[in-house]
Each structure stands twice: as C-alpha cells, then as structure tokens.
C-alpha cells in the first residue's frame, strides 16, 4: 500500500501564479511541491510574443518566458511534477489531494492556481490560427493589430470592453454578435455605439477562418437558417474572442467558495479562501485582471500568506 506523502505547501497550476508562488514559497524554505497541470506553463505558452510583462524591453515569447519562471522556481529548490489533482478533500487539514496517478498527498497548505480557460467556438480554424490572429486577450495581443481591421465574437460586457480598448488602437473593429442585441450593460452599448470605429454585427455566427500567413479573413453567415440567409467574407486581420472564461476550478467546489462562474472567492485584500490554510491565485480568482503580471503578483501573495498561516499555525 502506497505511503501518503505530506508535504507543507502544495501549488497547483504551473503559470505565472503558480510558479511565483513557488519562487516566493521556496525561498522562504516551504518546501514546495507543485503539480504542473495539464498544460505545463499554463495559456502563455500559446503565446508568441509577451511585450506587457515588465523586464522583457523587448518582448519575449510566451514559452521562453514560461521556461525561465520554470528555472527560477527550480534554482531554489522547488519540487515541479508532473500531473493532474483529480480529487480534494478540504474538510479538514492536513488535506488530503489526489493525483491523476492515483497517488495521495497530504498538504499543510495549498496555493490554488489552476488559472480559468477562455471560452472558443470551437471551431478547427480557431486552433489552426491560435497565436497567428486568433486571441482571447485583447489586453495582452491588441498592440499587434495597430491600425489594422479586427473582429471581436461575443455581445456582453466583456466582449464590448475588448472591442472599445481595440478600437483604440485598430484601424476598425467589427462585433460579431449572434442575436440581434447586445447583452452588454447600457452604459457599455452606449460606448461601442458612440465609437465611430466599431461596427456591430448583429445576428451573424462565425462559419471559419481563412489566410495563407494568419488570419486574413473570416467567414460569416447572416441570420442562419432564415429565409434571407447570407454567406460572406469578411477581411480581418484579428479574430479575438470574447465570449467568457471557465475557472478551472471544479475540482474545488465542494469545499471552495466561488461565484456563480465559477471564480474562487478570496477574503478581503487576502488570497485566503474561505478554508484554512487553502489560498487561490491567478486568473482562478480574477475574473476583472487575468494578465500575466497580475496573476505572478497574486502568486507572490499567495505564498506569503500561506507561510504566515504557517507561523502562525505554529507547522514552522
């Protein structure tokens, strides 16, 4: 029978929160163990160029930024494995996780930074493009499109923020909104209304994606499946998605407060949860932010707090 393995402080999630977190948390001699998930280095290693995240003047690739967080957790001693956490029982502590592999942990803490996965449309041109003009993060890929055409998919508040912070900088945006409304606040459709460079699309769905080098253009169709139907193409330089993100945070939920999406709910300026001991980090617990810098710094909270928990618990 295998022997439960008891560790002080378990990461879960290997992105920026995640490997912050272990930085800070091997430093401060927790002994760290994190399971890497099922995308090691998390959603950045989908992205080619990273311009935002500060002390990369020229921008870095999303892979080798990833890989050097990666080093820097390992350089001070932390345990990187491979894997998925399958089951939790956060009932009481030590808390007891379970491996993909079958195998059992206990846990004096753990960092949740599981991250939240942007929601597609599923369609095989999405993948085919990704990181060559298909994006869920206007924020972290809108400078690319300076001057040049995109479209935005989604009619809610998010999709109308991303489109208003494009057309800041794109020649034009276009919304491709499924229903002949936009879900958006008032406030917000008043906004994209009264910007002379976003062009709503009503009752258009996306059918695919063309180009030779990247996105070039998008296919649509008008009121599917009506008389009046109409298949186009469009001319697009940017295809950004907008239509939400999914916290992966299931796997938490019978013991995790979390809103109705499905964010982790943390207390106060804290990265606590509301068990014990348990601290959630990154794009999990961020449904406003969800930048690579914001979620290293939510990270570097993380493990501060779970070491004063530590402390205070009298475990070190």
């Not at 990247?214 to 499946?225: A, F, I, N, S």
């Not at 949860?273 to 348990?278: D, K, L, M, S």
Request: net charge negative; with cysteine; hydrophobic share 35%.
């Amino acid at each position: 029978m295998e022997q439960q393995e008891h560790i002080r402080c378990l990461i879960i999630g290997s992105g920026p929160a995640g490997y912050t977190a272990a930085i800070y948390a091997a430093r401060a001699n927790l002994s760290p163990v994190v399971y890497c998930g099922l995308q090691t280095g998390g959603q950045l290693t989908q992205t080619t160029t990273v311009e935002n995240f500060p002390g990369y003047p020229e921008g870095v690739d999303g892979n080798q930024m990833m890989t050097d967080l990666r080093a820097q957790a390992e350089r001070f001693g932390t345990d990187l494995r491979d894997g998925v956490i399958v089951k939790a029982d956060l009932g009481h502590a030590p808390y007891t996780l379970t491996t993909d592999e079958g195998h059992t942990i206990e846990a004096d803490t753990v960092i949740i930074a599981t991250g939240a996965s942007a929601k597609y449309l599923g369609l095989a041109d999405e993948e085919k493009y990704r990181g060559e003009g298909v994006s869920a993060c206007a924020t972290c890929d809108g400078f690319f499109y300076r001057k040049k055409t995109v479209a935005v998919v989604g009619g809610g508040d998010t999709a109308c923020e991303e489109a208003l912070y494009l057309a800041s900088l794109a020649k034009k945006v276009y919304m491709i909104v499924r229903k002949p409304f936009l879900r958006a606040s008032d406030v917000m459709q008043k906004r994209v209304r009264d910007t002379e460079n976003i062009e709503i699309l009503f009752e258009h769905n996306t059918l695919g994606l063309f180009g030779d080098n990247g996105v070039e253009g998008v296919r649509l169709v008008k009121r599917k499946g009506e008389a009046d139907e109409q298949v186009y193409e469009l001319p697009i330089d940017g295809f950004f998605l907008a239509i939400g993100h999914k916290p992966n945070s299931d796997v938490f939920k019978p013991w995790i407060e979390t809103d109705e999406t499905g964010y982790i709910i943390t207390q106060g300026d804290s990265t606590h949860t509301n068990v014990p001991g348990v601290f959630a980090a990154g794009d999990v617990a961020d449904p406003h932010y969800r930048q690579a810098v914001t979620a290293a710094a939510s990270g570097c909270r993380a493990a501060i707090d779970a070491d004063r928990y530590l402390r205070e618990q009298g475990i070190i």
